[in-house]
């Protein structure tokens, strides 16, 4: 799958550099062009005259060759690569390519590419979990760039935790899965979609609000994977610290049930499909108070209105060849329920998940869903890790086109 590939390997000071050897042997002997480059204290850990033999290229450390003046283009580098790998990938060189610090030719190269950009993070599980590392990988992703998950395990420290680079045959397969999807038609191509994620938050006073449980989790990894699919997702988010990181999501950031209507109400004609994982509140107060309320010896009593039902509005407009998808979120009696919002709200399948489910719900990275169409077909999945749920669905949602 990497016959004809070209690909940069960009290697950093850490222990993990050993690494760097079975990787570019792997990509070779699958067919790839590699191109090695390496910073200054890369050279510490691992010398420039194994990965040369390895990938029959001269390694690439400074801009230019201080023996004859002869000069190493980022920008051709840049140009000439079909992927871009960091591997391993420092918490110093993250920072560096998050804030564009540009003092070396591995940083120059990566603000110069035009290729897709993988990262495989090596470092002690402290680094790694320190707000300032966790910071530099969110702005990383919210760029477009790719992370291969570290592994936990023992580390170079002595401690055990997460921050031991990938192994070089998951880097390999990961890499060569990508180049598959990529090569491959795209089976979502040229669909628009509208995806609803996390809670809504319905104001009492400046202060405080009514809300629930949900994080977002499921409607992020539905827009992921619609994304993934070659989908162009907008994607309507009530308040959430989950990051989207796919250049074809537009994320549109909500607070209220009320703003999350009229988002999903005006975007709906210029959409193939909807989702609407969100969840919603029901309920919003009649009277918000200007300023804090302050506590007294009296009860409070807040008067509640019924908030406009998103699903069922657009279950009215829906046009021929729209698809609507809706979500049950259930206590008791959840296929009961289910039924009944799948013909009131007009949609195409609905998602059904309860929390009679151990691992299932709000604020997880687990769920458990059964689907139910309009056709009476009833389809129950196991439990199963969010991202998979939401291949799951999409899988779905492909056969009602």
Request: charged share 20%; glycine share 6%; proline share 4%.
């Amino acid at each position: 799958m990497l016959k004809g590939k070209k690909i940069v390997l960009c290697v950093t000071g850490s222990i993990a550099a050993y690494k760097a050897a079975s990787l570019v042997r792997l990509f070779v002997k699958e067919g790839a062009e590699v191109q090695v480059l390496m910073t200054s204290l890369a050279k510490e850990f691992i010398t420039p005259l194994t990965l040369a033999t390895l990938s029959r290229r001269s390694i690439l450390v400074e801009f230019f060759n201080p023996e004859n003046g002869a000069w190493n283009s980022h920008v051709d580098l840049g140009l000439w690569a079909d992927l871009l790998l960091v591997a391993p990938a420092t918490a110093n060189t993250m920072g560096k390519m998050a804030n564009g610090v540009a003092d070396n030719l591995l940083i120059t190269t990566y603000l110069s590419a035009r290729c897709p950009v993988f990262i495989a993070p090596a470092m002690d599980l402290d680094m790694y979990q320190h707000p300032s590392t966790l910071r530099n990988m969110e702005l990383l992703k919210s760029y477009g760039n790719h992370f291969i998950e570290p592994e936990s395990g023992e580390l170079a420290s002595g401690l055990v935790g997460k921050g031991r680079m990938a192994e070089p045959e998951v880097i390999t397969k990961t890499i060569t899965d990508f180049f598959a999807n990529i090569d491959t038609p795209l089976p979502l191509k040229g669909k628009h979609f509208l995806v609803s994620a996390g809670p809504t938050h319905e104001k009492i006073d400046p202060v405080r609000f009514i809300g629930n449980y949900s994080s977002g989790k499921m409607g992020f990894a539905l827009a992921e994977q619609l994304a993934t699919q070659g989908a162009e997702v907008t994607l309507v988010a009530g308040p959430s610290v989950l990051m989207v990181s796919h250049p074809s999501i537009h994320r549109i950031n909500v607070v209220s049930a009320e703003q999350m209507f009229e988002q999903c109400i005006s975007l709906f004609s210029q959409v193939d499909g909807a989702i609407m994982a969100a969840a919603v509140a029901d309920y919003t107060p009649t009277h918000v108070f200007d300023a804090k309320h302050k506590r007294d010896k009296e009860d409070l009593n807040l008067v509640l209105k019924p908030t406009r039902d998103i699903a069922a509005e657009l279950g009215r407009l829906k046009k021929e060849g729209q698809i609507l998808v809706g979500f049950a979120l259930e206590t008791n009696d959840g296929l009961q329920n289910a039924k009944k919002k799948l013909v009131s709200k007009n949609l195409d399948f609905i998602v059904l998940n309860t929390l009679e489910d151990s691992g299932a719900g709000f604020n997880v990275d687990t769920n458990k869903i059964t689907i139910l169409d309009k056709e009476n077909k009833i389809l129950e999945y196991t439990l199963k890790n969010k991202a998979d749920v939401a291949v799951d669905i999409v899988n779905y949602l492909k056969t009602q086109f």
